[in-house]
Nanobody
Framework: QVQLVESGGGLVQAGGSLRLSCAAS????????MGWFRQAPGKEREFVGA????????YYADSVKGRFTISRDNAKNTVYLQMNSLKPEDTAVYYC??????????????????WGQGTQVTVSS
């Protein structure tokens, strides 16, 4: 099991940037694929992107491709979500999640076993 704590959310104007962090403890961090999801009010939780255990490969939802970047530092047990060119429709609670496996292209919430508590991102127009 992995314990996850997100940070870095906040209020930003459209076109701005934010970097979210997710600190992990428990299971060996380098043994898990890390994903980011988000949930807007009244909507289902949706996949944002994921990164493989080594950090070599990433996979993104079409809605964020080219604007968001996921990276990880296994020495610091931390995964990051750099969000640029933010839009009002990016407003949501953002969650990091962990799964045992090899591939980043796993987009279902049920693919991930461990979740953080979420951090709010609000983009004003």
């Amino acid at each position: 099991q992995v314990q996850l704590v997100e940070s870095g959310g906040g209020l930003v104007q459209a076109g701005g940037s934010l970097r979210l962090s997710c600190a992990a403890s428990g299971r060996t961090f380098s043994s898990v694929v890390m994903g980011w999801f988000r949930q807007a009010p009244g909507k289902e939780r949706e996949f944002v992107g994921a990164i493989t255990r080594s950090g070599i490969s990433t996979y993104y939802a079409d809605s964020v491709k080219g604007r968001f970047t996921i990276s990880r530092d296994n020495a610091k047990n931390t995964v990051y979500l750099q969000m640029n060119s933010l839009k009002p429709e990016d407003t949501a609670v953002y969650y990091c999640a962990a799964r045992v496996g090899s591939y980043a292209a796993r987009i279902r919430t049920s693919d991930y076993a461990d979740w953080g508590q979420g951090t709010q991102v609000t983009v004003s127009s």
